[in-house]
């Protein structure tokens, strides 16, 4: 059965720290395939300023390039809005019964999965696998044999320093894909 991991978020901008960490899980955890799967609306930042969503989805394309391993996926854009992990997952187990579905977050999300739609059904039915976040300690539950956390190096960079940091007139280019660079430099309405 195939192994894909689940890497889904905002991607707003995808930087060079999904990038090598979706790498590492993949080579590290054997893992067939990663699937970013761009978010349109995250319930829980509903305050968040997104740039449009076939934007966000082309600059994840064009980053990933031709690694045969990654995958970008528009998936949740049909599906309700707001979208929400476990009826993703749902989705896509129904759609591909032959993959098996394992749903990457980071330790700062775990700690606050108890705020999520279902997670007790997410937590039961998927593998998860839990990168390190510096700030963020990892407690599992021994019941759940199925999650665990990965030793992937800690890449502190985010999307909203990215953001910021372009505001602020900053050159931040490698912090950023070559392949997405244009997209910041061409164009001042991003962000």
């Known amino acids: 059965m195939k192994k894909i991991g689940i890497f889904s978020g905002s991607f707003n901008p995808i930087h060079i720290g999904h990038l090598a960490l979706a790498n590492w899980i993949c080579e590290y955890e054997k893992m067939d395939e990663i699937w970013f799967l761009i978010t349109p609306l995250n319930p829980l930042k509903e305050n ?91 407690i599992i539950p021994e019941e759940y044999q199925h999650i665990y956390a990965v030793d992937a190096p800690e890449i502190e960079i985010s999307s909203t320093f990215i953001r910021e940091s372009y505001k602020q007139g900053k050159d931040v280019r490698y912090f950023l894909p070559e392949s997405i660079r244009s997209y910041f430099i061409n164009d001042s309405h991003l962000y």
């Open 48 to 138: 968040q300023t997104l740039i449009d969503d076939q934007i966000r989805l082309e600059m994840a394309k064009a980053a990933v390039g031709d690694y045969s391993k990654f995958i970008v996926s528009d998936y949740e854009f049909h599906l309700p809005k707001p979208t929400y992990s476990i009826d993703t997952l749902d989705n896509l187990t129904k759609k591909f019964p032959e993959y098996q579905f394992h749903f990457i977050i980071g330790a700062d999300n775990w700690v606050r999965m108890h705020l999520w739609k279902d997670y007790e059904k997410l937590i039961s039915t998927y593998p998860v696998i839990i990168y390190p976040r510096k700030g963020f300690q990892i």
